[in-house]
């Protein structure tokens, strides 16, 4: 094997000369170096294509950043809006409430004079109605009284004939009369 490899060296060294062996080492090389300039380009390019995208990011955070500063503005500035818009609307809940509370007050008050002079009016009614009741009755004893009146000696009278009807019928019974 030693002498085959002999012989395709042998035959390849006439082939090259150190010439070609050093025109091929310098080819290689410019191919070498060319792939290399190729990627360094693509990595320039790449680079130059992240400090672009890295440049929109500053200014979308930038734009970012002001963006939430106005909207927390606008919802301090909605809040504070709101805040008094909700102690107006207290306020005004607050007035509605009294007035109300007053108006009942006045209310209650005159339902209560009303019936103040209902209970007059009725009491007023039923003394008029006890005073002639009163008037009727008296009138009607009165009445009593005089037939009570000529009755009384006609009562007394029968009382005495009553008693000397049970004298008589007692004396009858123990023989005293009879």
Known sequence: MGRLMDTFIDKIAQK?????VIKANAEAEERELQR?????????ARLSEI???????LEIADK?????EEQQKKIAEDKEVSDNKLEELATQLEEAM????????????????ECVKVYRNVQAVVDQGFASQAEAISEQNRKIVKKV?????????????SAANLA??????FGILG
């Open 36 to 44: 290399l300039r190729e990627q360094i380009a693509e990595y320039d």
């Open 51 to 57: 400090r672009s995208l890295n440049l929109k990011n």
């Open 64 to 68: 970012l950043e002001v963006y939430i």
């Open 16 to 20: 090259f000369t150190a010439q070609d």
């Open 98 to 113: 009294d007035s109300n509370r007053k108006a009942e007050a006045e209310s209650l008050d005159a339902i209560h004079k």
């Open 168 to 173: 008589v019928l007692l004396l009858n019974i």
């Open 149 to 161: 009146r000529g009755t009384k000696p006609l009562v007394i009278i029968t009382m005495l004939l």
